[in-house]
């Protein structure tokens, strides 16, 4: 019985943002054009509250999370062959309660520790040139176009014995495809990427069910997402948020199971203000709208960030 409530929760970490929001990311603006040297120190909290439908795959009924995810992270921008350019590092810690009901009895489990390191590189590829901050005053936005990759690295707490970790074991990659254009006050923005998994060689394994080693595969997600944002003043804004996103269909063994097949969507708000010369505050909601497998949940974040510029010293 406990054995699967555990099984079933491992299904519901798998499929929820906890490896840094991986394809469920609402990230509005992510490749708006910044002057060269400008710096962000970002601190955010995000919570989240949800459930997720096995789609029969697993007898768990009523599992639900109630978790936070501190994150620090932190951007610079750069000159790269003369095209605008920067590199963003996210390092969060979680902690939570996650609850379940199996053959009528109700579980409860709590997990803290470290979740995956996330690091994306970002390079404008059309209408956004490398600019220093003076020029960038001059600068008007019209259309851009650029291309990310994003690696999740396994630096999370793993423990091969227990089903439920924030840490994933395995490496995650993410190349995209972003598209960004202004009129007036309005900027539309759409990105298209793909994820890709390595395999997990010790899931669940070096314990009383398996005393051997077995591996964990995910097959790629394809994700798509857009945003629509209006400016009211410099540094203040809101944007209407919705994703898509389909495909991570997991096998364990070499076994495949077919009900694991992600096709979900969500959509939410953002909104910023600067409240000073070098901060700002965020604030975002989302919930899932269109839910296959994997997304049923609500995420509630607030952001703190001080950004500066200058070359590092």
């Not at 790269?80 to 409860?108: C, D, K």
């Not at 423990?159 to 990659?173: C, E, S």
């Not at 070499?254 to 708000?269: I, M, Y």
Request: hydrophobic share 35%.
């Amino acid at each position: 019985m406990q054995h699967l409530f555990r099984l079933g929760l491992t299904a519901l970490l798998l499929s929820c943002p906890l490896y840094v929001l991986n394809a469920q990311d609402l990230a509005p603006r992510a490749y708006l054009v910044t002057p060269i040297h400008s710096n962000a120190l970002t601190l955010t909290y995000s919570f989240y509250n949800g459930g997720l439908d096995f789609n029969n795959a697993l007898p768990v009924r009523g599992a639900k999370g109630r978790y936070s995810v501190p994150v620090i992270g932190y951007y610079h921008s750069f000159n790269f062959f003369g095209r605008s350019a920067n590199i963003v590092v996210a390092l969060p810690y979680a902690f939570g309660n996650f609850q379940g009901t199996t053959e009528g009895a109700e579980q409860h489990l709590y997990r803290s520790g470290l979740v995956d390191s996330a690091y994306r590189f970002s390079v404008n590829l059309k209408g956004g040139p490398a600019m220093a901050a003076r020029q960038f005053i001059k600068w008007q936005q019209k259309v851009l176009l650029g291309v990310s990759f994003k690696v999740v690295a396994p630096t999370g707490q793993y423990d091969p014995t227990k089903l439920i970790n924030w840490g994933a074991n395995r490496w995650a990659f993410k190349p995209e495809f972003g598209y960004s254009e202004r009129w007036g006050n309005w900027i539309l923005d759409g990105y298209a990427g793909m994820w890709f998994y390595t395999t997990n060689h010790e899931y669940f394994s070096h314990n009383a069910s398996f005393p051997g080693t077995r591996s964990q595969s995910e097959n790629p997600i394809g994700t798509f997402e857009g945003h629509l944002s209006y400016d009211f003043k410099p540094g203040f804004w809101i944007s209407l948020d919705g994703n898509f996103w389909v495909g991570g269909k997991t096998s364990v063994a070499d076994v495949e199971n077919p009900l694991t097949k992600q096709q979900s969507s969500r959509l939410g708000g953002t909104s910023a203000i600067r409240i000073s010369k070098h901060q700002s505050l965020k604030f975002s909601y989302s919930d899932g709208t269109y839910v296959r497998f994997g997304g049923n949940y609500q995420n509630v974040s607030v952001a703190w960030q001080y950004s500066w510029l200058g070359k590092p010293k």
